[in-house]
């Protein structure tokens, strides 16, 4: 079990928007923003908050309010759909409750309004690394670029590829995809990766992952790679944007977008 005392730091920039770090008090580290926090239960929470206006340094009073993944106010990841703390002070240390779970928090301070609104993961919070389909079986869709060209395409099982949808492709649970990159001319000296763009507004980074970004295309013919639909937390609908791109950003794909079935 391990215990976190956020140090929320905020600058404000204009009258609404604030330069918001993240530490953990207790041991010093940072906690990223860009990526979902993960926790255990039985982990521990506690939040500080200190925002920084014209150069001067406030301690206001604050509340962190909780929501689940449908936006309605959450009760069950803590045991409490909110915490408070008075001006000058830290909130009470909150217990994880939740085996397996999303959690969005804000933090809105007295006179300044809300300061930022990360998320909180709890369970294993592995992302998949993978798998080669046995035998005959062919991924629910093969996402094929012809490297080094911009274009994407796409197979559905053992059907001919066709261009990637402008509009899309719906993806369900459980179905798999696959990254393979089809090679012309000079082979690429370095990795080649469909890459997911960071969206604040969804709870996994792709419909594969949690938290990793870059998803490996398999080059033939080294064995392929398929990667399992299994955001469940996202609603039905969410558009996931990814494109091929070289380890160093130099060749770059078209954009194409997966949707949540």
């Given at each position: 079990m391990s215990d976190f005392l956020i140090q929320v730091s905020a600058e404000a920039q204009g009258s609404k928007h604030f330069k918001v770090t993240l530490k953990n008090y207790l041991?010093?580290?940072?906690?990223?923003?860009?990526?979902?926090?993960?926790?255990?239960?039985?982990?521990?929470?506690?939040?500080?908050?200190?925002?920084?206006?014209?150069g001067t340094v406030y301690n206001p009073a604050f509340q962190v309010n909780f929501f689940g993944s449908s936006g309605a106010s959450d009760s069950s990841f803590f045991g409490q759909s909110a915490i408070s703390a008075a001006s000058g002070q830290t909130t009470q240390f909150l217990t994880v409750l939740a085996l397996q779970e999303i959690v969005?928090?804000?933090?809105?301070?007295?006179?300044?309004?809300?300061?930022?609104?990360?998320?909180?993961?709890?369970?294993?919070?592995?992302?998949?690394?993978?798998?080669?389909?046995?035998?005959?079986?062919?991924?629910?869709?093969?996402?094929?670029?012809?490297?080094?060209?911009?274009?994407?395409?796409?197979?559905?099982?053992?059907?001919?590829?066709?261009?990637?949808?402008?509009?899309?492709?719906t993806v369900n649970l459980k179905d798999t995809v696959a990254f393979v990159a089809n090679v012309t001319g000079d082979p690429p000296t370095q990795g080649l990766n469909a890459v997911f763009a960071f969206d604040a507004t969804h709870f996994w980074i792709s419909p594969f992952t949690q938290s990793q970004q870059d998803l490996p295309f398999?080059?033939?013919?080294?064995?392929?790679?398929?990667?399992?639909?299994?955001?469940?937390?996202?609603?039905?609908?969410?558009?996931?944007?990814?494109?091929?791109?070289?380890?160093?950003?130099?060749?770059?794909?078209?954009?194409?977008?997966?949707?949540?079935?």
């Open positions: 041991d010093g580290s940072t906690i990223p923003l860009t990526t979902t926090m993960e926790v255990q239960p039985g982990d521990r929470l506690a939040w500080n908050l200190q925002v920084v206006s014209n969005k928090y804000t933090v809105v301070a007295d006179g300044f309004g809300q300061i930022l609104d990360p998320k909180i993961q709890t369970g294993d919070g592995t992302d998949g690394i993978g798998f080669t389909p046995a035998g005959n079986m062919a991924p629910t869709y093969t996402v094929i670029w012809n490297y080094p060209d911009t274009y994407l395409y796409y197979q559905a099982g053992q059907n001919p590829a066709q261009p990637f949808p402008p509009s899309g492709l398999s080059v033939p013919p080294n064995a392929i790679n398929a990667y399992e639909v299994v955001d469940r937390i996202d609603p039905a609908g969410t558009v996931f944007s990814f494109n091929g791109q070289t380890d160093d950003g130099s060749i770059v794909s078209e954009t194409r977008q997966f949707i949540l079935g």
